[in-house]
């Protein structure tokens, strides 16, 4: 009796513990597999509704900004454009990733188009921010000092920002982003995986990005409080003539950036929060991630308003 009992015992036991995945080199299971088929799915739509719009974008605000002159926003809006272009030419990279399922461009590359999404991330973040605060000086400063601020200044910030991303970004990246290697995973597996690289966030990485979600969450939060209650003093100033006024144009525009910086960088960073201590969610956490990227169609939030160009304008700063 017990040795029948033992024998019907032992194949549950071997099936239960290959579907835990705990034997080396054993496949993923069915389950898994559909799973990330489906995230590969929402992330592939999301990156071409971004690659096809933000293309647009670009060539829009192009348009709009052979008219401007060079103030502090009109530059801080070339930024963008730049940091913009320059993570589109890595977009389609990751819809080739998310059709074939497959990686074969190497892994220092997949590194770099990982990272540029990141990369794009902080820096239309610094940028929004160089805008917001812009407007939000002209309003509670006086102009002078603000105008004083103007061209150079801004020049010179923008050079240090782009010279401080292109010494230090290459450094991380192939130095010490996606350093180690996921454990129990065969070498064809590893070498055609991408974007995968939960398992490298150390603890010195996590204090840093538990500390840089919490300032732009902060920081973004405060910036459209400030905003909101620019545009409501501007609106009791001037009632059912608001619209007409150049000044209040200008803040409403502001007040766009500052909920594309709500909408599309706040609930990621709330996410990230509780991704570093639940590192299995790294598909969910590619999704939310995704979905900053849909700040690269800010300027499609002006289209078709005449105003839309004054927003650039030194006059309107």
């Known amino acids: 009796m017990a040795s029948s009992k033992i024998q019907r015992l032992l194949p549950m036991a071997i099936n239960s513990t290959m579907t835990s995945g705990s034997l080396p080199g054993t496949p993923q299971p069915l389950d898994d597999d559909k799973n990330i088929n489906k995230y590969h799915t929402v992330l592939l739509a999301i990156y071409v509704v971004v690659l096809l719009c933000g293309t647009i974008n670009l060539s829009l605000t192009m348009h709009i900004m052979k008219s401007s002159t060079t103030s502090i926003t009109s530059i801080a809006v070339l930024n963008l454009i730049f940091t913009h272009s320059i993570f589109l030419l ?87 982003y996606g350093k180690k290697q996921l454990d129990g995973i065969d070498k064809t597996t590893a070498a055609t995986d991408c974007f995968r690289f939960g398992d490298n966030i150390g603890y010195t990485a996590k204090v840093f990005n538990y500390i840089i979600s919490t300032v732009i969450i902060m920081v973004t939060a405060v910036l459209a409080t400030l905003q909101g209650n620019v545009l409501w003093v501007l609106y009791k100033k ?9 000044d209040f144009g200008a803040q409403l ?6 909920a594309i910086m709500v909408i599309c960088f706040i609930p990621y960073h709330l996410f990230r929060m509780y991704y570093l201590d639940h590192i299995d969610l790294q598909n969910v956490n590619e999704v939310f991630l995704s979905l900053t990227t849909f700040n690269c169609l800010d300027m499609l939030t002006f289209l078709g308003r005449r105003t839309c160009y004054v927003c650039f304008q030194g006059g309107a700063i």
């Open 238 to 246: 001037h009632r059912q003539g608001c619209t007409s006024q150049q």
């Open 253 to 258: 525009k502001s007040m766009c950036f500052a």
């Open 90 to 176: 890595t977009v389609p990279f990751r819809i080739y990733y998310y059709v074939t399922d497959n990686w074969s461009l190497g892994l220092n590359w997949c590194k770099v188009v990982s990272s540029m999404i990141h990369i794009h991330m902080y820096m239309s973040f610094i940028f929004y921010v160089i805008i917001l605060v812009t407007r939000l000086m002209t309003f509670y400063c006086q102009s002078e000092r603000v105008a004083s601020l103007r061209k150079m200044h801004a020049l010179l910030i923008s050079a240090v920002v782009w010279t401080a991303v292109f010494v230090a970004g290459p450094c991380i990246i192939f130095i010490s």
